[in-house]
């Protein structure tokens, strides 16, 4: 009677109450993500570190989060998972209380390699519990689910610029990121897991995986989320040091960017529930091409960033999700399946923002354009394989893949 009384969104076995955990999970995430561009200066300044070293940071965290994304994919499919996720999430707290006070690189290092452990745990679980309560009409869910991931990080930048302000420093920037990570950690752990599903046919029967359709996906998200972290790890930097702005004009800028991003997601909900994924993963990559194009093409003009800026972060912003929603179609994402994708994002992430860091200081700031323009004309080619390749969805739903 008690249960029956309850507001559906409150109740502990419901959907909604575990749906509305993943967002806010994903805000978090948003948040923890995006900190790192706008305070890298002041991370370096901490630890009397150059540029191109503290650029090391990008890579290790990186490697937590793919150490994070092999280990998701083992424990998802074997325990419960909202107690995993709230380990995921106790981790970041943690990381982010200590980390402003790191007083060394070294140091610093370690605590950004815990913390990306935490974030690849975090991101493969809320990804795959809520594929897990909503398949097959994920879709629309999925792209809201990122969606809050992009609202968080709209926020990261803002805040950063609003206190470093101030305060003049950044350690008031994880700590408020970390408090705000309390109330979700509290509302997860309040709430029962999804029930864990496994690779099976409709009759029992176990279901193979298709490796060279995973391969290829996998591929792509390496490609496209290499594109992802080095425009948003890199473009306060690049602005700065292009001179077409100073450090609180680029912090504003990477606002843009994460605005439009998520932007993107919003409108992307009711996209993808009438429009065909590769439909929309087209146009969006050549959406990405188009914005990159045209800030190489007019590399001094302030506006042009801008333009450039806001219409990348707009054309970028559903693709993770729709591809997500499209390979649940083929493959029926277990744990495992979306750790491999994360393998991708993750090594992605690992490498692409260290090499940019690696050339940024000797080769100038137009690196990080050339980058991820050739980055974006990959991801395309890989896309139309796997078009040719994919074949037709596993389940009806709605419309074709």
């Not at 980390?99 to 935490?118: E, H, Q």
């Not at 792209?143 to 470093?164: D, E, I, K, R, T």
């Not at 690196?367 to 323009?373: D, K, Q």
Request: charged share 10%; with cysteine.
């Amino acid at each position: 009677m008690l249960e029956a009384a309850t507001p559906k969104w409150v109740q502990r076995d419901g959907k909604i109450a575990k749906t509305i955990g993943y967002y806010a999970a994903f805000v978090a995430l948003g948040l923890t993500v995006a900190s790192m561009g706008p305070t890298i200066n002041g991370l370096a300044e901490n630890t009397g570190s150059t540029l191109s070293q503290i650029s090391y940071l990008f890579l290790l965290r990186a490697f937590g989060y793919l150490l994070g994304s092999l280990l998701a994919g083992r424990v998802y499919d074997r325990r419960p998972g909202h107690p995993i996720m709230v380990v995921a999430l106790g981790i970041g707290i943690a990381m982010l209380v200590i980390l402003p006070l790191a007083p060394t690189l070294s140091l610093l290092i370690v605590i950004v390699l815990v913390l990306g452990i935490g974030e690849g745990l975090l991101d493969v679980g809320g990804n795959t519990l809520l594929v897990w309560i909503h398949s097959p009409n994920v879709g629309p869910y999925m792209n809201a689910l990122h969606f809050f991931f992009g609202l968080g990080a709209v926020g990261s930048p803002l805040l950063v610029a609003q206190v470093m302000q101030l305060t003049g420093g950044i350690a008031w920037v994880y700590w408020l990121i970390a408090l705000l990570l309390c109330p979700v950690l509290f509302w997860l752990a309040y709430l029962p897991s999804p029930v864990i599903h496994q690779q099976e046919t409709e009759d029992g029967r176990h279901e193979a995986v298709n490796y060279r359709l995973l391969g290829l996906l996998v591929l792509f998200f390496f490609l496209f989320v290499g594109v992802e972290v080095s425009y948003s790890g890199w473009i306060f930097n690049y602005a700065v040091a292009s001179g077409l702005g100073n450090n609180a004009t680029a912090a504003y800028l990477n606002a843009v960017f994460w605005i439009a991003f998520t932007l993107g997601r919003l409108l992307g909900i009711p996209i993808s529930a009438r429009l065909r994924p590769r439909t929309i993963i087209l146009v969006d990559l050549l959406g990405c091409i188009l914005f990159v194009a045209i800030v190489l093409l007019w590399p001094q003009s302030a506006t042009v960033l801008w333009i450039g800026v806001a219409g990348a972060g707009l054309s970028m912003a559903s693709i993770f999700a729709v591809t997500l929603s499209w390979a649940e179609r083929r493959l029926h994402l277990t744990g495992f399946i979306t750790s491999c994708f994360f393998l991708g994002a993750g090594t992605s992430g690992m490498f692409f923002p260290w090499f940019i860091g690696q050339l940024f200081e000797g080769t100038g700031p137009s690196v990080t354009m050339f980058t991820i323009l050739s980055t974006d004309l990959a991801a395309l080619a890989i896309f139309l394989v796997l078009m040719a390749y994919g074949g037709r969805p596993r389940l009806a739903q709605g419309s074709t893949g």
